[in-house]
């Protein structure tokens, strides 16, 4: 057996490299950590064949002291921390003191840089973890580090890099993550002489994001903003309308650090769970702040993952935090296009013409009138405002003063029984009815179970239908369960349950069918998870059942008071499953459909 022996410094340094600098990308972020840990308030980034062939930063901060540039390329020596307390409080973004020394082993290295207090600059290069000695050089205040032929001294390893193309798209994002966590730093980026991006200094984050994600995340985005017992959560949040095939447009940021961690990532998909669709992925940038003492960030050489002292904690705070923000009714604030989940484009809501020359029928209507508050709409086919007779041209014709009174319109007509069509300030509004009642049906049985006040009705007749055994016991023993439902299901005979009252909210819905949904949940999971962790899921089939259904006539009167009901119901915009429940066609799309102006 050979003998056990140290390994020389520099191969230590290539095994580390191994996990620090995985690709160009890495050895990017790492370095622009550095430069934001100095002060930087200026970066300028030049790459050259996805930056394997050269990386270079330069930045305006502290610099480094002449004396102090070889201990820069040593590993395990660092400025930010000097005992195992500030470790466990650590606030930089670079802490290891592994990074450079690394990229010294495995690359040609150059450093240069001049404190403020110094008459020059002084250079300091790397060759094979070789140092050479420190030389006066010309610079400006801050420090540039120059990286050449990554990994040209360890050709199994370069083999395993990517294409330049593909090497250069992990660049850009690692750049696009830095910009996007600090956006009063100016920063550029060149690609083989090549300007990128070119970012000033931003003192509204929105703008940084929007030049980064593009305005249609922008026009999508809500806001969130809270802060409570020394945690807090700040960014955006796009809509549903806005999601992604993938998630590349997710960047959650703790304590200005770019992570992925498995408690926040619960906690922000829980947060859209009920308004996006299945097979969509939410778009967000969000900056979570807490005490450093709180999480531990020294869980993996590249930092990108963290550990919480207190994750349950955490996770209620993202989780609700989050849900809240998404949650604002159409009523509350501007009205934000909602597309279908695979045309996610926004929509401006520019308005040339005189909206007090455009008319719409039934303006009177208000959601007071009629009853929907309860689940359902008084009146329907026999109304003689019906919208699918010929008596709606006699409903009472109004100018449209204020548009920013109702955000959703008000109704012109229904389509083939399914949409509603809506006129507001910014042109038409289509609404898929039975989504959107889904969505309200919805919310107010989640607020009714959370108050304990889900509203009972009894039927006039019971309803019976055939149950196996295993149903009928289900029922037995859920009574309490059924009660707090609003449901009152009980056997009739061995094989035979009978409805005999239903939740208000339900009432149009068709008994033997929502009885069933409530007794397979609690048949296959049980009352206590049926109450819990199901719950949502369950109130979601009820929803459905209950909403209106498609082709049924709607009076004019019906179909304002659902718009009303929309207007102030969160969520709003996207039904159960994700679905969107209206859309906004602009007026000046329908000029460009005529060809008005042209």
């Not at 340094?13 to 430069?35: D, F, T």
């Not at 279908?340 to 959601?367: E, I």
């Amino acid at each position: 057996m050979p003998s056990i022996r140290p390994l020389s410094e520099l191969l230590i340094n290539q095994i580390a490299a191994g996990e620090v600098i995985e690709r160009p990308a890495a050895a990017l972020k790492e370095l622009l950590e550095n430069s934001l840990d100095a002060g930087a308030s200026d970066i300028a980034v030049q790459l050259e064949a996805g930056g394997i062939k050269l990386l270079r930063i330069r930045d305006n901060g502290c610099g480094i002291a002449a004396d102090e540039l070889h201990f820069a390329l040593m590993r395990h020596a660092t400025s930010k921390i000097t005992s195992l307390d500030e470790l466990q409080a650590v606030a930089s973004m670079g802490f290891r003191g592994e990074a450079l020394a690394s990229m010294a082993a495995v690359a040609q290295l150059t450093l240069t840089s001049r404190t403020h207090d110094a008459a020059h600059a002084s250079q300091i290069t790397a060759i094979d973890g070789q140092l050479s000695d420190i030389a006066p050089a010309s610079h400006p205040i801050g420090t540039t580090v120059e990286i050449r032929e990554l990994y040209f001294n360890t050709p199994a390893r370069r083999k395993f890099l990517k294409s330049e193309a593909t090497e250069y798209a992990y660049c850009e994002e690692a750049f696009k993550r830095i910009a996007l966590s600090r956006p009063d730093v100016a920063m550029c980026l060149q690609h083989n002489g090549r300007t990128i991006w070119q970012l000033p200094a931003e003192t509204d984050p929105l703008k940084r994001v929007t030049t980064l994600l593009g305005a249609e995340f922008g026009n999508a985005a809500v806001q969130v903003s809270r802060h409570a017992a020394g945690l807090s959560m700040t960014g955006f949040a796009a809509l549903p309308a806005y999601s992604k095939s993938t998630r590349d447009a997710q960047y959650f940021f703790v304590n200005g650090r770019f992570i992925r961690d498995k408690v926040a990532s619960h906690a922000l998909r829980q947060a859209y769970q009920d308004i996006l669709h299945h097979q969509r992925h939410p778009a967000f940038v969000l900056f979570f702040t807490m005490p450093p003492a709180g999480v531990d960030v020294n869980v993996h050489p590249a930092k990108s993952e963290v550990r919480f002292r207190d994750s349950q904690g955490i996770h209620q705070f993202i989780f609700h935090t989050l849900q809240n923000a998404l949650a604002i009714p159409a009523q509350s604030s501007a009205p934000v296009v909602a597309q279908p989940h695979y045309a996610p484009t926004q929509q401006g809501f520019s308005l040339a013409q005189n909206n007090a020359s455009y008319q719409v029928w039934g303006m009177q209507a208000s959601a007071g009138q009629s009853g929907v508050g309860s689940g359902e709409w008084q009146g329907g086919a026999g109304d003689n405002n019906s919208a699918s007779g010929n008596n709606a041209p006699n409903s009472p014709r109004s100018t449209f003063n204020s548009p920013d009174q109702h955000p959703l319109g008000y109704a012109l007509a229904q389509l083939l029984g399914i949409y509603i069509l809506a006129q507001n300030s910014q042109g038409l509004i289509v609404v898929d009815m039975h989504a959107a009642h889904e969505r309200i049906v919805y919310e107010k049985l989640k607020t009714a179970l959370d108050e304990e006040q889900i509203a009972t009705q009894p039927l006039l007749i019971p309803v019976s239908f055939y149950a196996d055994a295993l149903d009928i016991a289900s029922v037995a023993a859920s009574q309490a369960a059924l009660k707090m439902l609003g449901f009152d299901i009980a056997p009739l005979s061995p094989t035979t349950l009978a409805v005999r009252a239903m939740p208000v909210m339900l009432k149009q819905a068709e008994a033997e069918a929502v009885a069933r949904a409530v007794i397979d949940e609690l048949r296959e999971f049980g009352a206590s998870r049926v109450l819990t962790e199901r719950r949502n899921e369950l109130l979601s089939t009820l929803a459905c059942h209950g909403a209106v259904r498609a082709n049924r006539t709607l009076s004019v009167t019906e179909m304002n008071a659902l718009l009303r009901e929309m207007e102030q119901t969160e969520r709003a915009g996207q039904c159960n499953h994700g679905r969107p429940t209206w859309f906004q066609i602009s007026l000046a799309e329908l000029d460009k459909m005529f060809m008005r102006g042209q």
